[in-house]
């Protein structure tokens, strides 16, 4: 069942989260970028620290950005990527004295038998941008005048982003560095469009996600025993991904990141859920936070969380910062 190739959109002030895309879109001819490519994205760490120089050295716990099969992200998207220089010049939102908090706002319901945890995502955003998070009331939909349409594939209601997003500039805390509309039910973002993960308005400060699809369930499919975990990891990966395109972050295409690109949902499970020294480089950047501190409290809670492989991960990664474990270079 193909869907419609996703637009090449005029408004830069906005960006979707992709559709599930198939064949039928363009083949775009994509180079993964060599060693002293993804170094030169990087920039010269010179002048930083001890600590963040090692922080920010691959060695050898990043995998390059891998070659795109057909229907993924980078086979039909042409995306050139965006180096730690280029980042800083495009002059990004940062947190500053008035506006440091992350909110939070569902959007209808949110079962607990069908959704992820709002503590845990509020927990999740908390670990990954140092900044104070808070969840707010939740948000009716019915009798807010937001369009809705019944889906021709799926059979089931969807909601249209534009309208809710509208909404939610009218809710924008004064405190607010952004204000991130979660929801269980399936969203569209223009009648053309199948359906979308998501919405934001990077300037606006707002963005509406979707975690209906990260269910099984919503595919008719059963639920396994580790679904919850499933559901949480899914949904944390899209907040955070999402997120850091508030903070000014592009796509990367430098190494296997969380801020890669997905056109699908294998593809997206297939995304680590941590940031390459690139992208890290660049949230530091505008976050300001110790990275020794901020590594441990993504350990934390992805111990809590139950991934274990992220954890792993993490304490590996602490090590080498930590110079107690060499490592040599890929």
Request: positive net charge.
């Given at each position: 069942m193909a869907?419609?190739?996703?637009?090449e959109?005029?408004?830069p002030?906005?960006?979707?989260?992709?559709?599930?895309?198939?064949?039928?879109?363009?083949?775009?001819?994509f180079?993964p970028?060599?060693a002293?490519?993804?170094l030169r994205a990087?920039?010269?760490?010179?002048?930083?620290?001890?600590?963040m120089r090692?922080?920010l050295?691959p060695?050898?716990d990043?995998?390059?950005?891998?070659s795109p099969r057909?229907?993924d992200w980078?086979a039909?998207?042409r995306?050139s990527?965006?180096?730690?220089?280029?980042?800083?010049?495009s002059r990004?939102?940062?947190?500053?004295a008035q506006?440091r908090?992350i909110y939070?706002v569902?959007?209808?319901?949110?079962?607990?038998?069908?959704?992820?945890?709002l503590?845990?995502l509020k927990?999740?955003?908390a670990a990954?941008f140092?900044l104070?998070?808070?969840i707010?009331?939740p948000?009716?939909?019915?009798?807010?005048?937001?369009?809705?349409?019944?889906?021709?594939?799926?059979r089931?209601?969807?909601?249209?982003?534009?309208d809710?997003l509208?909404l939610?500039q009218?809710k924008?805390?004064?405190d607010?560095f952004c204000?991130?509309?979660?929801t269980?039910?399936?969203?569209?973002?223009?009648?053309?469009?199948?359906?979308?993960f998501?919405?934001?308005?990077l300037?606006?400060?707002?963005?509406?996600?979707?975690f209906?699809?990260y269910d099984p369930?919503?595919y008719?499919?059963?639920r396994?025993?580790?679904?919850r975990?499933l559901l949480?990891?899914?949904?944390?990966k899209?907040?955070?991904h999402e997120?850091a395109h508030m903070?000014?972050?592009?796509?990367?295409?430098?190494?296997?990141?969380l801020?890669?690109?997905?056109?699908h949902?294998p593809?997206s499970?297939a995304?680590?859920?941590r940031?390459c020294?690139?992208?890290?480089?660049?949230?530091?950047?505008?976050?300001g936070f110790?990275v020794?501190?901020w590594y441990?409290r993504?350990l934390?809670f992805?111990?809590?969380?139950?991934?274990d492989?992220?954890?792993?991960?993490i304490?590996?990664r602490l090590?080498?910062?930590a110079g107690?474990?060499?490592?040599?270079h890929?």
């Amino acid at each position: 069942m193909a869907q419609r190739c996703r637009k090449e959109l005029k408004r830069p002030l906005w960006i979707a989260v992709a559709m599930w895309v198939f064949a039928v879109c363009s083949a775009v001819d994509f180079t993964p970028p060599n060693a002293a490519e993804r170094l030169r994205a990087i920039g010269s760490t010179a002048a930083l620290s001890p600590t963040m120089r090692r922080a920010l050295d691959p060695g050898r716990d990043f995998e390059p950005v891998p070659s795109p099969r057909p229907g993924d992200w980078l086979a039909v998207h042409r995306e050139s990527g965006q180096t730690f220089e280029q980042f800083v010049a495009s002059r990004p939102n940062r947190p500053d004295a008035q506006r440091r908090k992350i909110y939070l706002v569902p959007f209808a319901e949110f079962p607990k038998d069908r959704s992820p945890s709002l503590e845990a995502l509020k927990e999740c955003a908390a670990a990954c941008f140092a900044l104070n998070v808070e969840i707010l009331p939740p948000l009716p939909i019915e009798g807010s005048g937001i369009t809705t349409r019944v889906n021709r594939f799926t059979r089931k209601r969807q909601w249209l982003t534009g309208d809710i997003l509208a909404l939610l500039q009218t809710k924008l805390p004064a405190d607010a560095f952004c204000l991130l509309g979660i929801t269980m039910e399936d969203l569209y973002p223009e009648p053309s469009w199948n359906f979308v993960f998501g919405q934001a308005l990077l300037h606006g400060r707002v963005g509406i996600y979707s975690f209906a699809r990260y269910d099984p369930a919503f595919y008719g499919e059963p639920r396994g025993p580790d679904y919850r975990t499933l559901l949480l990891r899914r949904s944390c990966k899209v907040l955070v991904h999402e997120t850091a395109h508030m903070f000014g972050l592009q796509h990367c295409v430098f190494f296997h990141c969380l801020e890669n690109g997905s056109n699908h949902l294998p593809e997206s499970d297939a995304r680590p859920l941590r940031f390459c020294p690139v992208c890290l480089r660049k949230l530091q950047f505008s976050a300001g936070f110790d990275v020794a501190d901020w590594y441990r409290r993504l350990l934390r809670f992805h111990q809590q969380a139950g991934f274990d492989d992220e954890a792993q991960w993490i304490e590996k990664r602490l090590r080498w910062i930590a110079g107690d474990e060499p490592q040599r270079h890929r």
